[in-house]
């Protein structure tokens, strides 16, 4: 079982939609939960961070979080074609980050 | 443009030659992270730096040396490296290697070897 399991995609969205990435990951002891965006051939951005089970809104971007069910996911609302990268998402336990593999969002004008 | 500022930003070398990555952040950061990232695959940890001092290599190959001359740089030392090392290596850093710290990527290193 993979530490942190993503939907590889490519998840296909309109303009304007919601998109909504999904993340698992497999050990109960992690404490923080990061989703990165990167564009192609560029390093990873840091869009959200959460740490407490809920929803965390900043701006067109939701991360919720559920521990008792190890997931966590990113909603974007409004979609953009900027929007279209690949996002990562990152759980950190002890320090130590491991990465999703993760999922492909094309956003289509 | 992102905080953490690695150079070169592309490395073409051969098996035998010796060469650095360097990496700089002046947020004041006290962690600072290696990663490397193949195409289509998340980024894997290679070094940790906590305060200057080594505190996770995650069973790096010893052609991979890093060093931390200050609080601010990072540098990655390559030698005798293999076709397979091609890839792109990532530098970042965080306030401390806390667990609810985020960690701020650089732009990367596009390493290619002949």
């Known amino acids: 079982q993979k530490e942190v399991e993503q939907n590889s995609g490519p998840l296909s969205v309109p303009e304007g939609a919601i998109a909504s990435l999904n993340c698992t990951y497999s050990?109960?002891?992690?404490?923080?939960f990061f989703w990165y965006r990167q564009y192609s051939g560029k390093s990873p951005e840091l869009i959200m961070f959460?740490?407490?089970?809920g929803d965390k809104e900043d701006g067109r971007f939701t991360a919720q979080l559920n521990k008792a069910s190890q997931y966590v996911s990113l909603l974007i609302r409004d979609s953009q074609p900027s929007d279209s990268a690949t996002y990562l998402c990152a759980v950190i336990k002890n320090n130590d980050m491991r990465f999703g593999a993760g999922t492909r969002l094309t956003v289509k004008p | 443009d992102t905080e953490v500022t690695q150079t070169p930003k592309h490395l073409v070398m051969g098996m035998t030659n010796k060469k650095s990555l360097k990496c700089e952040q002046h947020m004041g950061h006290r962690a600072m992270y290696w990663y490397k990232q193949k195409a289509k695959k998340p980024p894997e940890l290679m070094f940790v730096y906590s305060y200057e001092k080594l505190s996770i290599n995650e069973s790096v190959p010893s052609r991979f040396s890093p060093e931390c001359p200050n609080s601010s740089l990072l540098n990655l030392h390559l030698h005798a490296l293999q076709p397979e090392d091609s890839a792109l290596y990532l530098c970042?850093?965080?306030?401390?290697?806390?667990?609810?710290?985020?960690?701020?990527f650089g732009d990367g290193t596009r390493l290619s070897i002949l």
């Open positions: 050990d109960r002891g992690s404490q923080s």
């Open positions: 959460i740490y407490s089970n």
């Open positions: 970042a850093s965080s306030q401390e290697t806390r667990s609810y710290q985020p960690q701020h």
